[in-house]
């Protein structure tokens, strides 16, 4: 029972270079999310999607790109990693995009050097 | 713009107080609110799920509101143990989209 899966669960990067985050979810669910979360500034919506070959900006999409070629699978892509993007990441999913539960991923801390 | 406030960014209470955390948002056009638990280097867990139609929702000694007029929700823990202690979040979904609190810190002492 997997749920939400994400990987790496640690990364340090150094500026400039571009790595993805992983997340798959076996729950067959449509909607699928990624948050960032700061200190003192709660949890970011950066990117969602809200079925396969579907994608659109959340509040914070500037240095990540998405693409859901499988309702599956929802990776996150840093282009060109800034000192700005060090955070704590978290992949989510739903049934649908409204009116259902979320389940989210353990999370996955990215640090840029 | 929606925002989401919690009140207070951190509590802490003696084992089996009654408590009560407190979520105010600004747009009452909302699908739904959740309430989260978050544990220390962990993932957000769902408690409950209140539907925008509902009033409130309880499971086990959580109980959740919804006041859509007013603009708030409360989650109330019934006879808190040491094992409540995490952050609790509070987040409403509007459009495509979930809007967080920043989250109130709880610490239950034994």
């Known amino acids: 029972n997997a749920g939400v899966t994400q990987t790496p669960k640690f990364q340090v990067l150094k500026t400039g270079q571009s790595m993805t985050l992983q997340c798959a979810q076996d729950?067959?669910?449509?909607?699928m999310s990624w948050y960032r979360q700061d200190p003192g500034m709660g949890l970011r919506l950066i990117h969602y999607s809200v079925g396969a070959g579907i994608t659109d900006q959340g509040e914070v999409p500037n240095g990540y790109n998405v693409s859901r070629s499988t309702t599956e699978d929802f990776p996150l892509r840093l282009l060109s990693a800034a000192p700005s993007q060090t955070s704590v990441y978290f992949c989510?999913?739903?049934?649908?995009?409204?009116?259902?539960?979320?389940?989210f991923g353990e999370g996955s801390w990215l640090t840029v050097v | 713009k929606q925002e989401v406030t919690q009140i207070p960014a951190a509590l802490s209470v003696p084992e089996g107080e009654n408590l009560v955390l407190n979520c105010s948002f600004t747009?009452?056009?909302?699908?739904?609110l959740q309430w989260f638990r978050q544990d220390p280097g962990k993932g957000l867990t769902s408690l409950l799920l209140i539907q925008s139609s509902q009033r409130e929702q309880t499971s086990g000694r959580l109980n959740a509101s919804l006041d859509k007029s007013s603009g708030r929700s409360t989650l109330y823990i019934a006879a808190s143990q040491p094992g409540d202690s995490a952050t609790y979040l509070c987040a409403l979904t509007s459009g495509s989209r979930l809007t967080f609190g920043e989250g109130t810190q709880l610490t239950v002492n034994p």
């Open positions: 729950m067959n669910h449509e909607y």
């Open positions: 989510a999913s739903s049934r649908t995009d409204i009116g259902n539960t979320i389940y």
């Open positions: 747009d009452s056009a909302i699908y739904n």
